[in-house]
């Protein structure tokens, strides 16, 4: 897949190898013009040194271009590859469903999304042209020397090819730890995040020493991985570099005796010599470049483990369409759901109702019943069976995952809020316009809230809105589902941290829905038996089960859970539902 990012740029890496060839090519070329101009020298034949000095600056101008034009037409991609890379995966996060995280860590995921995307810019960039550029200096560079001297060239072979052979051993213990260290970096990331985003938790059980100490853990692993591959780079890479200048010993050992004896002459040494010390950067950069290839090549493999998750999208490539604009009939027959992680242990069981279009029910229960699971199970966070639960008779499984959810407004029981203006959290996806944010703050009762805060609408609520009360939170995000104007409301249990003079007004705002022209279908999940006082229905869960159905008086009449729960909260003074 990663061949595909690099594909739409075969143009730009043509034309910079064959400014890095041209690059080696002058290269190789002016120790030629340098030992010409010695045995011009040496032969008395000084006129012939000016040509060959005005060759040499212009070969130097000349390499300064086309090697900046190479680095230009390598590193520019890398850039690019990069932000579609991070696009890419950011888009594909967004598409994937709560499942894929649970078993992943936040931390993990946020290294990977930035710093191994870097790492994928340096692999393509630098360690490409590094790579192409050794490929083509290193032949070049013998194959000028094997012209001036066999034996010279295959001694000096000797300590290169040790040099090599002791690298490429050193490789094959760096990828593992190159791998392990970015996978320590992403659990102190995962750390680090959890600590910032638990910080009162932290500092209210006083836990910062405990905490400090994981991260030292963490940290310390991260740090004795990191001193390992420093230990193998600082001894094993640079024996490429100390490889060249052995070399350029064996050229003197040799190649000395050699122009004595008249074998060679001292313009051909010199040549040699000037080669060789070509030779040394290459070599040099050999250790950096193929580091640069194996933490390239491990997050590479980090990131499309992630590019490569499938997304749970059972509708196919041919979803069903249902019409838009009224709240739909939707139907449970038989449902029962487990989560992925626990397939044996059914959170609903055998859950079959009927919910007309634009009915406003109520979905009542104790703690554990499943109330939260059907929301998810609503808004499609997790699929449900096929066949179990139907809208406008059709599998809700069948339609379009996107085209569905655009048709929902899910208000959680825990909202989150974005640091950012409360006008920008309700408006959410779209672009605030004031008139129908003002509509949809007064409806979710912000009113009175918004008055007393500084900049009204314009408020910065702060990280995960810490600047606003609990009901406040509550109700931004009852104003965000509001503002919608959805075919489904999903309200899970939001009138929790609400008032009672609020919370009539709220119900009261619900209960108008189903007076509009496309009303939708309304779910009200709630523990507070005041939020059903309009529901045309209400379900009552108990242990993943439907236990009864019916209206508030029929409910509250008859013995069970909802009963029970009536007499316990108007005995502690809830208001009555009929009340």
Same mark, same amino acid.
């Given at each position: 897949?990663?061949?595909?990012?690099?594909?739409?740029? #075969?143009?730009?890496?043509a034309a910079?190898?064959?400014?890095?060839?041209?690059? +080696?090519?002058?290269?190789?070329?002016?120790?030629t013009?340098?030992g010409?101009?010695?045995?011009?020298?040496?032969?008395?034949?000084? /006129?012939?040194?000016?040509?060959?000095?005005?060759?040499?600056?212009l070969?130097?101008?000349?390499?300064?271009?086309?090697?900046?034009?190479?680095? %230009?037409?390598f590193? &520019?991609?890398?850039?690019?590859?990069?932000?579609?890379?991070? /696009?890419d995966?950011?888009?594909?996060?967004?598409?994937?469903?709560?499942?894929?995280?649970?078993g992943?860590?936040?931390?993990?995921?946020?290294?990977?999304?930035?710093n191994?995307i870097?790492?994928t810019?340096?692999?393509?960039?630098f360690?490409?042209?590094?790579?192409? +550029?050794? !490929?083509?200096?290193?032949?070049?560079?013998?194959?000028?020397?094997?012209?001036?001297?066999?034996?010279?060239?295959?001694a000096?072979?000797?300590?290169?090819?040790?040099?090599?052979?002791?690298?490429?051993?050193?490789?094959?213990?760096?990828?593992?730890?190159?791998?392990? &260290?970015?996978?320590?970096l992403?659990?102190?990331? &995962?750390?680090?995040?959890?600590?910032?985003?638990?910080?009162?938790?932290?500092?209210?059980?006083?836990?910062e020493?405990?905490f400090?100490?994981r991260?030292?853990?963490? +940290? $310390?692993? *991260?740090?004795?991985?990191?001193?390992?591959?420093?230990?193998?780079?600082?001894?094993?890479?640079?024996?490429?570099?100390?490889?060249?200048?052995? !070399?350029?010993?064996?050229?003197? #050992?040799?190649?000395?005796?050699?122009?004595?004896?008249?074998?060679?002459?001292?313009?051909d040494?010199?040549?040699?010599?000037?080669?060789?010390?070509?030779?040394?950067?290459?070599?040099?950069?050999?250790g950096?470049?193929?580091?640069?290839w194996q933490?390239?090549?491990?997050?590479? $493999? #980090?990131?499309?483990?992630?590019m490569?998750?499938?997304i749970?999208?059972?509708?196919?490539?041919?979803?069903?369409?249902?019409?838009?604009?009224?709240?739909?009939?939707i139907v449970?027959?038989?449902?029962?759901?487990?989560y992925?992680? !626990?397939?044996?242990?059914?959170?609903?069981?055998?859950?079959?109702?009927?919910?007309?279009?634009?009915?406003?029910? /109520?979905?009542?229960?104790?703690?554990?019943?499943g109330?939260?699971?059907?929301?998810?199970?609503?808004?499609?966070?997790? +699929?449900?069976?096929?066949?179990?639960?139907m %809208?406008?008779?059709v599998d809700?499984?069948?339609?379009?995952?996107?085209? *569905?959810r655009?048709?929902l407004?899910?208000?959680?029981?825990?909202p989150?809020?974005?640091?950012?203006?409360?006008?920008?959290?309700?408006?959410?996806?779209?672009?605030?316009?004031?008139e129908?944010?003002?509509? !949809?703050?007064?409806?979710a009762?912000?009113?009175?809230d918004?008055?007393?805060?500084?900049?009204?609408?314009?408020?910065?609520?702060?990280?995960?809105?810490i600047m606003?009360?609990?009901?406040?939170?509550?109700?931004?995000?009852?104003?965000?589902?509001?503002?919608?104007?959805?075919d489904? %409301?999903?309200?899970?249990?939001?009138l929790s941290?609400?008032?009672?003079? &609020?919370?009539? #007004?709220?119900?009261?705002?619900?209960?108008?829905?189903?007076?509009?022209?496309?009303a939708?279908?309304?779910?009200?999940?709630s523990?507070?038996?005041?939020a059903?006082?309009?529901?045309?229905?209400i379900a009552?869960?108990? /242990?993943?089960?439907?236990?009864?159905v019916?209206?508030?008086?029929e409910?509250?009449?008859?013995?069970?859970?909802?009963r029970?729960?009536?007499? %316990?909260?108007?005995?502690?003074g809830?208001?009555?539902?009929?009340?």
């Amino acid at each position: 897949m990663f061949r595909v990012y690099a594909w739409q740029h #075969r143009g730009s890496f043509a034309a910079g190898a064959v400014c890095l060839a041209l690059t +080696n090519y002058l290269t190789v070329s002016i120790p030629t013009q340098i030992g010409s101009a010695i045995d011009g020298l040496a032969a008395g034949s000084a /006129g012939v040194v000016p040509g060959h000095a005005v060759n040499i600056a212009l070969m130097g101008v000349a390499i300064i271009v086309v090697r900046t034009l190479s680095r %230009v037409l390598f590193f &520019n991609p890398g850039r690019d590859m990069e932000y579609a890379l991070r /696009g890419d995966l950011f888009a594909r996060l967004l598409s994937q469903q709560p499942g894929f995280y649970a078993g992943r860590r936040t931390g993990d995921i946020v290294s990977r999304a930035s710093n191994d995307i870097s790492w994928t810019r340096a692999l393509v960039g630098f360690g490409t042209l590094q790579a192409i +550029n050794i !490929a083509m200096a290193v032949p070049l560079t013998f194959w000028k020397m094997f012209g001036i001297s066999m034996t010279l060239t295959l001694a000096a072979l000797v300590p290169i090819s040790l040099g090599i052979v002791i690298a490429q051993i050193s490789i094959r213990r760096v990828f593992p730890l190159m791998r392990r &260290n970015q996978e320590e970096l992403g659990e102190i990331s &995962n750390h680090v995040l959890e600590s910032f985003q638990g910080i009162a938790s932290i500092q209210g059980f006083v836990a910062e020493d405990a905490f400090e100490t994981r991260f030292q853990v963490k +940290n $310390e692993a *991260w740090f004795a991985t990191g001193m390992r591959l420093a230990v193998i780079r600082t001894l094993a890479f640079p024996i490429l570099g100390f490889s060249g200048g052995f !070399a350029l010993f064996i050229l003197i #050992r040799i190649g000395g005796p050699m122009a004595v004896s008249g074998a060679l002459s001292v313009g051909d040494i010199a040549a040699f010599a000037t080669l060789l010390a070509a030779l040394l950067p290459p070599l040099r950069s050999m250790g950096f470049m193929l580091s640069v290839w194996q933490r390239g090549r491990a997050a590479l $493999e #980090r990131i499309f483990e992630l590019m490569d998750s499938p997304i749970d999208r059972p509708e196919g490539d041919s979803p069903v369409s249902t019409p838009v604009g009224r709240g739909p009939e939707i139907v449970l027959n038989a449902l029962t759901f487990a989560y992925p992680d !626990a397939p044996d242990d059914p959170i609903l069981h055998d859950i079959s109702l009927t919910i007309p279009s634009g009915e406003t029910v /109520g979905i009542f229960g104790r703690t554990g019943s499943g109330k939260s699971t059907l929301v998810r199970l609503l808004s499609r966070l997790y +699929n449900p069976p096929a066949g179990s639960m139907m %809208v406008d008779g059709v599998d809700i499984c069948a339609q379009d995952l996107h085209t *569905w959810r655009r048709r929902l407004a899910v208000v959680p029981q825990r909202p989150f809020l974005f640091s950012d203006t409360i006008a920008a959290n309700i408006a959410l996806a779209d672009e605030p316009a004031h008139e129908a944010v003002a509509q !949809a703050a007064a409806l979710a009762a912000l009113d009175a809230d918004l008055s007393a805060l500084p900049d009204g609408l314009e408020t910065v609520v702060g990280e995960r809105g810490i600047m606003l009360s609990g009901g406040q939170r509550q109700r931004v995000a009852l104003a965000r589902g509001l503002h919608r104007q959805a075919d489904v %409301v999903v309200l899970d249990d939001v009138l929790s941290a609400v008032d009672h003079d &609020n919370e009539a #007004r709220l119900v009261a705002t619900l209960a108008g829905l189903s007076d509009t022209d496309r009303a939708p279908t309304t779910f009200i999940v709630s523990n507070r038996l005041s939020a059903f006082r309009y529901a045309s229905m209400i379900a009552v869960l108990d /242990g993943g089960r439907l236990v009864d159905v019916g209206t508030h008086e029929e409910l509250a009449a008859r013995e069970g859970v909802y009963r029970e729960t009536w007499l %316990v909260q108007q005995d502690d003074g809830v208001e009555a539902v009929a009340g």
